[in-house]
């Protein structure tokens, strides 16, 4: 039956569900950008002076701001900044300190307007129809071919496209429901982030789905490559700058994000805030981008009659790559955290592949990504059904409304929300865990990581990083029993509903074991596992392998070893 679904949604061509561009509602925000900003600048004002409402909390503000920019324009310059930062930051403060001396009512808030204005402009996005097409059409161009030209071997086929993305992306889980939700509501899109190919791949999805573009928040330092910024800034991505962590800046992105929810822009972010340094399933979210889903749908219920309130809808998505492009440099960060003075790391020559040509690799061998999509969320964390209705645990349906009401009538409680917010969060989780989709890459890495682990029980995770992998090898049948105790046990968790496999992952153990082997990490130029000349299991990198073998930590697999 899973192999059919799989099947079925690999091969099926999906109809957008909006008529045109005109009708997407990134495209009205666009449209009418000027007004969008002033709306985003006005009631980012408004919420920053409800908390500070003395000019004396006000002006401490703005002084740690102009303190933190000042800094930042000394310290970390990035070609895409303003030519006239650093005349902007020394004239705020030239004028804070002028009103230090001399005060003048309304002064700070003048200030704010100006300060919050420029951060609005600064973060918005501009999608462009146009470019919107353009950008679409070489992706498909480019891709097809390189996979037709894989396929073919032939220098013709290059310029067929007989093959399509489909072949190499397999989108899974609940797809129907995803497209439902977005017809009847706004939905927020929250992936797993492993590697940098992530939002190129989501952007394909959205697409092949038949969904209208999403905004989505990319990092200024992207921009400071023109094409790259040229194209982003035409595709609905709005520029967050993690540099900047004062008051009036975080406050003005979350207004953005929140007034685009409430605009019915579907919206993607990853809430792990950054790429899996471990390569384990996010546990620790980032709160911030994500609490601005409850704020908006307390703004819906809170300005509109309950019959006309679009629900927003949060949909965990998971990614399953035999191979991430920046693993080694990601498991090294994380060693380096983790162990400090622990850890030694020795320089090597192998690192990883650059970017195109891991692309053109990628589309040249048999190495497959896998997109789970989960089930659909309201804000507060519940499941719903294909209608959008909230459901409790036991399958009752739920009011969204009524966790937004205080003595009869929806109203604004941030401790209440910020509590709603971990809710979601922790359901994202939960769901992300159980939508994971073990491919055998993933099995061969943990099983073999968990024996060695087993074999030196006196060793912490340092400690066995630096065994030299020559004295490491596992004879082949030992690791065949283990891998297949532990591949029941997978089969065990799926079937109460706490994890999925890849249907590559049944049958033949021996096949199975050796499509894992071929596949982990596939374009290292040092393989996690391999098969030694005398058949046992070996490893050419034990940070890598720690790294794959992580995608399946959390599940008390390592009981079974």
Avoid at 77 to 83: F, G, K, L, S, T
Avoid at 394 to 410: A, K, L
Avoid at 415 to 426: C, D, F, K, L
């Amino acid at each position: 039956m899973e192999i059919l679904e799989e099947k079925k949604n690999k091969n099926k061509e999906y109809k957008p569900i909006l008529d045109g561009i005109p009708d997407w509602p990134v495209y009205q925000l666009s449209k009418n950008r000027k007004e969008f900003i002033e709306e985003v600048s006005a009631k980012t004002i408004e919420h920053i002076l409800k908390t500070r409402p003395s000019p004396k909390h006000l002006r401490d503000d703005l002084e740690a701001t102009v303190y933190r920019e000042q800094n930042r324009i000394k310290r970390n310059r990035w070609r895409v900044d303003p030519a006239d930062e650093r005349k902007f930051w020394s004239g705020i403060k030239s004028e804070l300190t002028d009103l230090n001396a001399h005060p003048v009512e309304g002064k700070e808030v003048e200030l704010l307007k100006r300060i919050i204005t420029r951060y609005a402009n600064e973060i918005a996005g501009n999608f462009k129809p146009s470019s919107y097409r353009f950008a679409r059409r070489i992706i498909t161009f480019w891709f097809r071919r390189l996979l037709n030209s894989a396929r073919a071997k032939k220098f013709g086929a290059f310029f067929r496209s007989k093959y399509t993305l489909r072949d190499k992306i397999h989108v899974v889980g609940k797809v129907k429901l995803l497209r439902n939700l977005a017809r009847k509501g706004t939905v927020v899109m929250v992936p797993t982030h492993f590697s940098n190919l992530d939002s190129i791949l989501i952007g394909w999805v959205i697409h092949s789905l038949g969904l209208p573009a999403f905004i989505y928040g990319a990092g200024l330092n992207l921009f400071n490559i023109k094409i790259f910024a040229y194209f982003m800034n035409s595709l609905g991505a709005y520029k967050v700058d993690r540099r900047k962590k004062n008051l009036p800046y975080l406050e003005t992105l979350k207004m953005y994000s929140s007034l685009a929810m409430e605009k019915g822009a579907h919206s993607l972010f990853f809430p792990g805030g950054t790429r899996s340094r471990s390569g384990m399933i996010e546990k620790n979210l980032k709160l911030g981008l994500l609490s601005t889903s409850v704020e908006a749908q307390r703004n819906l219920y809170l300005n509109n009659p309950p019959e006309q309130v679009r629900k927003i809808f949060i949909v965990p998505v998971t990614i399953n790559y035999h191979f991430v492009l920046e693993a080694p440099e990601l498991v090294i960060e994380h060693l380096q955290a983790k162990g400090q003075d622990r850890y030694f790391h020795e320089e090597d020559n192998y690192g990883s592949f650059p970017l195109l040509k891991f692309l053109f690799k990628f589309f040249t061998k048999g190495s497959n990504i896998s997109v789970s999509i989960g089930r659909g969320l309201d804000v507060i964390g519940n499941y719903v059904d294909d209608e959008g209705n909230s459901k409790d645990s036991n399958g009752n349906p739920i009011n969204t409304r009524d966790y937004f009401i205080s003595n009869g009538q929806v109203s604004i409680d941030t401790q209440r929300e910020a509590e709603y917010t971990r809710m979601v969060a922790s359901r994202i989780v939960q769901e992300y865990h159980r939508i994971n989709r073990v491919f055998a890459s993933h099995l061969v890495a943990f099983v073999a990581f968990e024996i060695w682990l087993k074999q030196h029980p006196k060793l912490d995770l340092f400690g066995l990083l630096r065994l030299p992998e020559e004295e490491l090898e596992i004879p082949y049948e030992e690791f065949r029993a283990t891998f297949k105790r532990v591949r029941k046990e997978i089969y065990r968790l799926k079937s109460v509903g706490k994890i999925n496999h890849a249907t590559h992952l049944k049958g033949n153990t021996d096949l199975v074991i050796g499509r894992g082997i071929d596949n982990v990490g596939i374009f290292h130029l040092r393989r996690p596992v391999l098969k030694s000349k005398q058949g046992g299991i070996i490893t050419q990198d034990l940070n890598l392998l720690y790294y794959y073998h992580n995608r399946l930590a959390g599940y008390g697999l390592e009981k079974i070893i």
